[in-house]
T-cell receptor, first 114, second 109 residues
């Protein structure tokens, strides 16, 4: 079952590189999310889009730039990252985006910044 | 006090046993709760939704104690495939899902 697909699965980049993570949901949901998961730490919400409008930005550094061209697609553009940004980046979607509903996650991008 | 606290474990449990773990929260406005399971190097997947005082689904029972501000997950007749990390999620307000760091469960044959 691949309701939410993320690419790439793995990414290694240098601190001067620019890369993008892509997420696509096939569930007809209205809200999409980017989460960061570091080892042995809780998931950290980065960005939320509801009906293609950004509704939450949790003080994320500007080296992370989200883009939501439509309700099915979400991107996370990366530039001049730091080694501490190495983590699992998860995309998720939900029906309404109101904070009370279930999330469906993609398989994540394991990012390593050298 | 952290908003969500979970015992990180690991809980080492023999196959067939019953195991329970709790999740405490500090946001008293939470109306509903979720338990997700996450396998190693995989994404979290929804296990149970709790919208009232509790929910039961097969071998799994989730309960909410509003007075003491914790939710629990009980697994009966544990299987090897239950080995995973269990994440507690009490929603706060608008999009601010606050996640626990998870409890690692290892079922041994």
């Amino acid at each position: 079952e691949t309701g939410v697909t993320q690419t790439p699965r793995h990414l290694v980049m240098g601190m001067t590189n620019k890369k993008s993570l892509k997420c696509e949901q096939h569930l007809g949901h209205n809200a999409m999310y980017w989460y960061k998961q570091s080892a042995k730490k809780p998931l950290e919400l980065m960005f939320v889009y509801s009906l293609e409008e950004r509704v939450e930005n949790n003080s994320v550094p500007s080296r992370f730039s989200p883009e939501c061209p439509n309700s099915s697609h979400l991107f996370l553009h990366l530039h001049t990252l730091q080694p501490e940004d190495s983590a699992l980046y998860l995309c998720a979607s939900s029906q309404e985006g109101g904070g009370q509903e279930k999330l469906f996650f993609g398989s994540g991008t394991q990012l390593s910044v050298l | 006090r952290k908003e969500v606290e979970q015992d990180p474990g690991p809980f080492n449990v023999p196959e067939g046993a019953t195991v329970a773990f709790n999740c405490t929260y500090s946001n008293s406005a939470s109306q509903s709760f979720f338990w997700y399971r996450q396998d190693c190097r995989k994404e979290p997947k929804l296990l149970m939704s709790v919208y009232s005082s509790g929910n039961e689904d097969g071998r799994f029972t989730a309960q909410l104690n509003r007075a003491s501000q914790y939710i629990s997950l009980l697994i009966r007749d544990s299987k090897l495939s239950d080995s995973a990390t269990y994440l507690c999620v009490p929603p706060a307000s608008n999009y601010q899902l606050i996640w626990g760091a998870g409890t690692k469960l290892i079922i041994k044959p």
